[in-house]
């Protein structure tokens, strides 16, 4: 049987001499592994479009192996301004690298999905705090997860921001904005999120990119 689902590029892997295997987080089957066959020979230019982070829509058999055969793939959507500053880039392969390693194979998450796309075109414009962005990501991660981050630890103040974090909102200009104004704050909330992802998931320090974010003191830029 043939499938066909929007994906997100996680990861490839170079696989004997032209092809690659390539782990993608799909809408309608969450994380599944997929061979592209002669894709570093391709004349349709397969390896461009696989890369990292971009939106795929791909048809692939879904027979009994766990890697799956394409039969079709096209572009859907990349994210260019991420390629433009590195820590839009490196928050960008930060996301994508902890879905792999967390995410379980062919486990819907159809939300989460839906998430992704609102983080990326956010991530995607060449004005954001992406630290910020990166922040509300890994809060609203850890709920579709069922892992609720308690940050009413901190202080009343954080009260207005599990409000605004609470919506849902597709616009995270609010909580851009409300956290520029509260450094202190903001450095509080990435502690108690990081040792939360630490505690519950995931080591971030142990992730490539953020190890190349936090060495090499690649700022965020601020508005």
Avoid: W
């Avoid at 390539?22 to 479009?49: C, E, M, P, Q, W």
């Avoid at 142990?206 to 601020?222: C, E, F, M, Q, T």
């Amino acid at each position: 049987m043939y499938i066909s689902t929007d994906a997100i590029i996680l990861k490839n892997i170079p696989y004997k001499e032209s092809s690659v295997i390539s782990r993608l987080f799909t809408y309608d089957h969450g994380k599944i592994s997929v061979i592209f066959k002669g894709a570093k020979k391709s004349k349709n230019n397969i390896s461009a479009i696989i890369e990292p982070a971009n939106i795929i829509h791909i048809t692939y058999y879904n027979g009994k192996s766990n890697l799956k055969n394409v039969k079709e793939v096209n572009l859907k959507t990349t994210f260019p301004n991420t390629r433009k500053f590195l820590d839009n880039y490196y928050y960008m392969m930060a996301i994508v690298a902890l879905l792999d390693k967390v995410c379980e194979e062919n486990h819907k998450e159809e939300s989460l999905f839906i998430l992704l796309i609102t983080i990326f075109n956010n991530i995607n414009n060449q004005d954001a705090r992406v630290d910020i962005i990166f922040l509300y990501f890994l809060f609203q991660f850890n709920k579709t997860l069922g892992l609720q981050v308690d940050l009413l630890t901190i202080d009343n103040s954080i009260h207005n921001y599990i409000k605004i974090l609470n919506q849902n909102n597709q616009d995270i200009s609010k909580i851009e904005e409300f956290l520029i104004n509260n450094i202190d704050l903001l450095k509080n909330i990435k502690m108690i999120i990081y040792k939360h992802m630490k505690d519950c998931l995931i080591d971030l320090n142990d992730i490539h990119a953020i190890k190349i974010l936090r060495n090499y003191g690649i700022p965020s830029r601020s508005n």
